[in-house]
């Protein structure tokens, strides 16, 4: 606070300018390019961005970061200023100081993102006000909808945002309790348990091997057609397999079915053994291509 009282201190000794001198130093910078002018044109509205920040100060940040934002956009609506447009700088300026310190607001207020539409902003800033002006008018049976009304915004945006604002971010390094424990040791773990993990790869193992046993009992034209036709990740069509082989398509067709009872036979104990799932079994039916 001592250094905000300094800081007021150093910048009222910059005088307020009469509307005949911030006409002629912002047509200097603008036409000319000036830039004491432009530094001219925004330490004589240094106090006003302060005035600005100060009406921020209930969302928990040091004023003096408020300020400094609010001074960023003072800057910025120096440079796209027009002294032609018939109003005052400040006027046109409040604009820019306030988007600027309320970016910084959303941005340090969480690290989820805030406000990122238009209605969600006007929400953010005006709902602990909306909440007070409703809570004068009288009890309510839904508030969040009076609000909603009032602020003009969909009832689902109300509820989301006083969620949002309620629950503030959390280290999860931040112990619990008196155990010592963080939160980040009590969050649920994505790998599956390491019994889940060990059974997998045991069915995993008992199914790669039983799957070659089962194709080593086929002859090398049915092998091929299964290759080709069930564990490509693009099959063949019988076709394709016909004129490999340089026999019709409905040959293929009638090799890639014993091929088919073949394997469902021979891994058909691998199907009663199995421990999770629905027991595998292979398809007799063939696709017509």
């Known amino acids: 606070m001592v250094q905000m009282e300094q800081y007021l201190k150093e910048i009222s000794r910059y005088p307020l300018l009469s509307i005949e ?14 830039t004491r002018a432009a530094h001219e044109l925004v330490t004589a509205n240094l106090r006003f961005v302060v005035k600005v920040a100060w009406g921020y100060r209930s969302y928990g940040l040091r004023v003096s970061d408020l300020v400094q934002e609010g001074n960023i956009g003072l800057m910025k609506a120096v440079q796209k200023f027009d002294p032609d447009m018939g109003i005052r700088l400040i006027s046109y300026a409040v604009w820019w100081i306030r988007a600027y310190i309320q970016n910084y607001i959303l941005r340090s207020w969480s690290l989820v993102k805030l ?66 424990a963080s939160h980040l040791e009590l969050l649920p773990g994505r790998l599956p348990a390491q019994d889940d993990a060990l059974s997998s790869a045991e069915e995993s193992h008992m199914v790669a091997g ?32 016909g004129e490999h082989f340089g026999f019709s398509r409905e040959r293929a067709r009638q090799l890639e079915i014993r091929a088919r009872q073949k394997l469902r036979h021979a891994l058909r104990p691998l199907s009663a053994g199995l421990r999770h799932g629905e027991p ?3 398809d007799d039916s063939v696709s017509a291509d």
């Open 210 to 241: 039983s799957v070659g046993v089962a194709l080593s009992l086929l002859d090398e034209r049915e092998r091929f057609i299964v290759e080709r036709r069930l564990m490509a990740d693009h099959p063949a069509t019988l076709k394709d397999l």
């Open 115 to 180: 406000g990122t539409t238009q209605a969600q902003r006007k929400l953010f800033f005006s709902l602990a006000r909306a909440r007070r002006e409703v809570e004068r008018a009288g009890a309510a049976a839904d508030p969040a909808l009076r609000i909603a009304q009032k602020l003009r915004v969909q009832l689902e945006d109300v509820r989301d945002m006083e969620q949002r604002l309620e629950g503030r971010d959390l280290s999860l390094d931040a112990p619990v309790g008196e155990s010592g």
């Open 280 to 282: 595998v079994a292979v």
């Open 21 to 34: 001198e911030e006409l002629r130093l912002a047509r200097a910078f603008r036409g000319d390019g000036d």
